[in-house]
Every structure is written in C-alpha cells, then in structure tokens.
C-alpha cells in the first residue's frame, strides 16, 4: 500500500476514477456520484486549509446526518486533520469539557445550527465550500496519522475519556474487522443512526469506500417512513441499534418478513436471544451480531447462521483478533466460566488520552479491556454477562445483570427489562428489574417466572413497571439515571 492510498478515505479518488458516474450518496432529492463526491471532498480541504485548519490539530465537528457532513468528514481525512464529533444534543458542559480534552480551538458545522455558549469559535460549511478549487493540497497522511478523537463506549457518565485512532486501525477495521460482513460495489447502506456517533458514520463510510452507496435520509419521521426509503431506494444493509430493531418486530407480520433480504448489522447494546430469534423470523434472516467498542473498532461479529445456532452469542473473534477471558489477576479463566475480557488487535491505540482513575476500560501491557464481562462457550462464540462494573454481589452471590435480563425479556409480557443493583442494608446490593410491559404482567407472575429459570437465588428481588426506560442517545439503557430513579422511588416508597 502506497502513502496516497493509506489514508481512511483514499478509496473514493479510486472510485471517482474507475466508476465515476456510479451513485456514492441517494437521497430523495438527488443523487452524488463519486466523481462528485471526489471533487466535493477536495474542496472542502482546500477552504478548511484556507481557515487556517492544518494537519495534525485536532478540528472538533458538530454533524448530523447530511451529505455534507459526510464529505466534510472525508476532507478532514484528506487533510490529516483528526476529528473529534459533536452533536448539538450534548450537554454545553460535556460539550466544552470534549472541546477542551481534544484540545480544539475551533469547530466546523457541517450544516447543524451552532449552539450558543461554545468554549470556542465555530464556522459553518456552505455550498460554496463544496465547488471550491482545490488547488494545491498537500500530501495525504500516511496510515500512522491521527484520523479520529473517539468516545470511549462506557455508558457510566462522568468525565468523557478519549482516543486517538490512526488512519491505519481505520482502514484495517474495515478489511478486516469487517471480513465477516459481505460489502461491494452494489450495496446501499441506509443510514438510521447520525454521523456524530463512531456507529452512525462508520456505516456509511465503509459503504462509499467498497465502491458502494450511502443512503441519507434522516431524520425519519416514523417506522413507516423508515420503511419507505428502505424500499424505494434499495437498501441492502444498515446498521441497527436494539432500540431501532425492536420498533422493526413492533411493525413486523406475525407471518413473514418485514424486510427481506436487508443484511443488518446489530449493535450498540445487547439484545435477548429470544429478540434475535424473532428479528430473525419477521424481520431479516440476514442478522449479524457486531461486537466493539468506539475506541478499537470491531472485535467480534457472529453471522446469521451462528446467530441462529446460538443467539446467546456475539460470535468469534475477527481475522488477527486475540481474545482472552482473565480473572482479577489476569490469569486465564477455564473454558466456559465468566471473567474480564481482553483483546489485541493490530495498530490498536496504546491509551486514553485522558484517563480517569479506576475506569474498568483500559488498555495496558498490549491489551484493551472494553470492561465487559463475558465468557467463551463450547462452539467458540463469545456470550456476553454485561459491563463490570454493573456485576451484582447480592448476599455474597455473583449475579450479572445480563442472565436476570435475557430471563425477563423471554415473557410475553416484557417488551424491556433492565436489571440493576439497588444498596441494601441485609443483602449489600440487591437486584431490582424494571420493566416495560407489553400487555399486563403482576410482579408475582415476572418473580415466578425468574424463579423457575434461575432460581430464588439468581432473581431479583422486586420487579418494577415503568412505562419507558431511560436511553442515552445512541438508544442504550442509561443505568445511570436508571439507578438514580429506582432509588428515589425506593426512598420515597
């Protein structure tokens, strides 16, 4: 691989040359072919350098899910410029503090209003930005340049950690953290989740780097209208969280399937076996199972057969991926018993750039530990048991949130469970399920069910219905306020 073609991205020039009137970006109001996208991106660079924005600096972006968010991350690409995303549903406050963990002294908007109150000054992409002459750029960046500032994937709060990936461990999670996931030159991906998200845009960028197309229509005003564009353009994949996949099985025949044929790649939070076997029968049969984190990229992907032989796993590890399950010594675990999980991969970051004391996400000695639990069953798949830290030690008894939810989530009656431990004066911790009811359940009914899967032991001890379950924005279940809501009503109780 040459320098030109090392950098994430550089497989659109190719593109633009070999099939320049192919669609790389559909929407309802047009089409951009390569060529166009090629020039586009050029463009952009060309004003971004004329901003006074230089490779290395890191440039913060405010996106959501517009082509030109799309073009205006690839010419940050171009240039060597890593990018740490924003939305304008961030808090001002974790706004400013992500703006000064990068540090940035600047932020572009790729078409998303600016929200009063930045640390920093911002500027705002126009059209002209996209036909400007590109004159001369500079060299692209070779594959140890920084390419993006990510998030790490804990949903615990607090102070934001961050990592810089390279434009090597860019392009290596596409061919080979992908290698279990068909991509080429006649795929179009619908884009569902905003680029501001590591899982939004990755989607979409690795469909215009396989010569293939990206969808853009956000935001959907309903199932239906999700339903449509799918359709009417010919989508062939997309990238789905469980919240997204469950309003799918809501609108889903009984008899059939609801999108047939659409290879989905599940992600961003867990789903219960008995959810992938019913997305599985009326949703797609083309399920896949994605495993990573933002800061290392993919690490494990079960396929739809693996899926449908065991849909308690997350598959096997990807091409040159090491995996090891670690007690807390960091000694190997016996087959099938549940610890701490590890993973090397090729060109993986070597730290946070900010780390905060006694997160279970680390990396050390070669190793990341995402801070989930988990374990390696007979036929080689990994089975998730959740994070760490949400392990409940309840009268001395280990129990991992995961089992009480999958449990839960196998009644009828559960549309949503959670599973969390709640400070008991007897117990130490106790665990409490909150519940989302689809048709009407008594908490002795959800108990006894519990019991008679887990035994009295592994149960929860009392059940709580709630009409919604608070979600972070990627759509996961934020214990967090979840924890602080179940303990306010037991103090109010």
Known sequence: MTVAQAWFGAAIAGHADRQPAAPAILRDDGTLT????????EGIAATLLRHGIRPGRPLVLLLGARTDDLLLLFACHRLGVPVLAISAQDP???AN???AAAPADLVVSGGTPVPPGLAVPSVTLDRDWLAADPGRLPPPPDAAAPCYLVRSSGTTGGVPKLVMTSHG?????????WSRFPLGAEDRYLAVVGFQFAFGRGGAQRAMMRGGAAILALPFRSMGDLLSVARRHRA?????TPTHLRHLLAAAPEDGQLLPGLRILAGAGPLAPAERRAILSRVSSELYIDYGTNEVGCLAMATPDEVQRNPEGVGRPVAGMEMEVVD?????????????LRFRGPLFPHDYQNTVPGASSRFADGWFYPGDAGLIGEDGQLVLKGRVDDLIVMGGTKIYPADVEDCLASHPAVSEVAAVGIPDRVRGMAVIAAVVLRSPASS???????????????????MVALDGMPHNEMGKIDRVALRRLLADRAAGA
Request: proline fraction near 8%.
């Open 236 to 240: 062939t994949w997309s990238q789905l």
């Open 97 to 99: 503090a992500l703006i």
């Open 444 to 462: 002795q009914d959800l108990l006894a069910h519990c019991h008679a899967i887990l035994g009295p032991a592994q149960s929860p001890v009392r």
């Open 328 to 340: 807390e010594q960091d000694r190997l675990c016996p087959p099938a018993t549940i610890g701490t």
């Open 169 to 177: 461990q860019e392009v290596a999670d596409l061919d080979i953290g």
């Open 92 to 94: 001002l406050p974790l």
């Open 34 to 41: 390569f060529a166009q996208a090629d020039r586009a991106i």
